[in-house]
């Protein structure tokens, strides 16, 4: 007998749904029954996705969100609940990055990074959150009682790399603001956990691993290769399924090895 999940009946919220990693886990949620809602500020790549998405028989939705706005936030939840229902499943995905040695850090390169990776992670999570629980409190309509928040944190966020220490420092962050709200959400039935990829074949950065720095990176790896967007599949899709009510505030590193 096969072992299945089926996340019909759900709505997924995918933040950063416009390309990469965050275009993939809404191909895969949606590919599990899920209606998934597409956020972005890339609003044509997003209705690129949604066709996509509903060519191969999926829900789709759009809407505009701009993760460092704090009215976008509300707006984008509360659009997207209106249009398709509670928020289940909130893949909380939108991330960003420069490279540069400590010392060389602005102000403005240490924003760009916290307001995005650290704030505009915490509020969509404490907006989506709210929601959940008021509907746990009987206080807000919804059939689904509880839900899943997966914050998309990183390998750098276990193990610091040269280069990239800010982008370290905030997805550390991410690790602990995952703790933070598992502990206090949990017996809400609000499961919250987050995965940490290591480095992943993406359009963003495909073009790096032919070059001598990129091949220099894969050998260090332990198996000498890099993931691809598939790869993170099997763990988002157990992250969001109601079998997984057992899994709480766990931080699960999918990384080929890399952060050991």
Known sequence: MAYSIDLSGRV?????????????FARTLAGAGAAVVLASRRVEKLKALR?????????AHVVELDVTDHDSIKSAVAHAETEVGSIDILINNSGVSTTGR???VSPDEYDFIFDTNVK??????QEVGKRMLARAAGTAPGT???GRIVNIASMAGLRVLPQIGVYCMSKAAVVQMTKAMALEWGRYGINVNAI???????EINHHHWATEQGQKL?????RKRIGNVADLDAVLVMLCAKQ?????GAVIAADDGFAL
């Open 51 to 59: 066709a996509e998405i509903e060519a191969a028989g999926g829900d």
């Open 12 to 24: 997924a919220f995918v933040t950063g749904a416009s390309g990469g990693l965050g275009a993939q």
């Open 144 to 146: 689904y009682i509880g």
């Open 244 to 248: 997984s009510h057992f899994v709480n």
């Open 102 to 104: 400590l010392q060389d």
């Open 196 to 202: 940490c990829p290591g480095y992943i074949d993406t």
């Open 120 to 125: 505009g992670a915490f509020f969509v999570a």
């Open 218 to 222: 894969v050998k260090m790896m332990p």
